[in-house]
Nanobody
Framework: QVQLVESGGGLVQAGGSLRLSCTAS????????MGWYRQAPGKPRELIAR???????NYADSVKGRFTISRDNAKNTVDLQMNNLKPEDTAVYYC?????????WGKGTMVTVSS
């Protein structure tokens, strides 16, 4: 059973930074593609950053240049460094693992950016 636990959310002023971390209890973590999604109130969940098993990254246009995703296969973690945060970044952020076509989700961590 895959377990994903997010941490690092909180309240920050616009222009500030936060670092989210996700710890995965998953066998062969290095074979999973890992992603960060977010869901704002009244909006659908959206993919904002993804890193493949080979380290290829991609980002949503809304966060490109401000957010950086990284992974540590030795620690089974994937991080999301978020800089220059904006009020529109306010959302619940979810960690996702995809391996062999199976998706697993964390419970989410709240990020609130005040103006």
């Amino acid at each position: 059973q895959v377990q994903l636990v997010e941490s690092g959310g909180g309240l920050v002023q616009a222009g500030g930074s936060l670092r989210l971390s996700c710890t995965a209890s998953i066998t062969t973590f290095d074979r999973a593609a890992m992603g960060w999604y977010r869901q704002a109130p009244g909006k659908p969940r959206e993919l904002i950053a993804r890193i493949t098993s080979t380290g290829t990254t991609n980002y949503a246009d809304s966060v490109k240049g401000r957010f950086t995703i990284s992974r540590d296969n030795a620690k089974n973690t994937v991080d999301l460094q978020m800089n220059n945060l904006k009020p529109e970044d306010t959302a619940v952020y979810y960690c996702n693992a995809e391996k062999y076509g199976v998706n697993s989700w964390g419970k989410g961590t709240m990020v609130t950016v005040s103006s």
